[in-house]
């Protein structure tokens, strides 16, 4: 099995950075793509970034291109979500997910994805 743990969520003003961590432990050589979902109030949840485990491919949602970058370090099995200049439609509650199927983009349905951590709230004040 594996466990992923968010950290660094909280209450950030407009305009600032956050920096969410996402630890992952168990059988983490399986894992291949990791990403991070966000689900606001009401809505669906979608996938915010993700990236491969050679940290070579990459998926970022528009709305947050330029703003927001996603890394990984796999010698601390810990996939990074640095968010510049976030905005109050940022509000959401964070996930980190893994998929442990080879892919060459990264999977953009829920069902795809194995494994998820418990969430982290992120709200941005205007």
């Known amino acids: 099995q594996v466990r992923l743990v968010e950290s660094g969520g909280g209450l950030v003003q407009a305009g600032g950075s956050l920096r969410l961590s996402c630890a992952a432990s168990?059988?983490?050589?399986?894992?291949?793509?990791m990403g991070w979902f966000r689900q606001a109030l009401g809505k669906e949840r979608e996938l915010v970034a993700a990236?491969?485990?050679?940290?070579?491919?990459?998926y970022v949602l528009d709305s947050v291109k330029g703003r927001f970058t996603i890394s990984r370090d796999n010698a601390k099995k810990t996939v990074f979500l640095q968010m510049n200049s976030p905005k109050p439609e940022d509000t959401a509650v964070y996930y980190c997910?893994?998929?442990?199927?080879?892919?060459?983009?990264?999977?953009?349905?829920?069902?795809?994805?194995?494994?998820w951590g418990q969430g982290t709230q992120v709200t941005v004040s205007s």
């Open positions: 997910a893994a998929d442990s199927e080879t892919r060459i983009r990264a999977p953009q349905t829920l069902g795809d994805w194995d494994y």
């Open positions: 168990g059988f983490t050589s399986r894992l291949n793509w």
């Open positions: 990236i491969s485990w050679s940290g070579g491919s990459t």
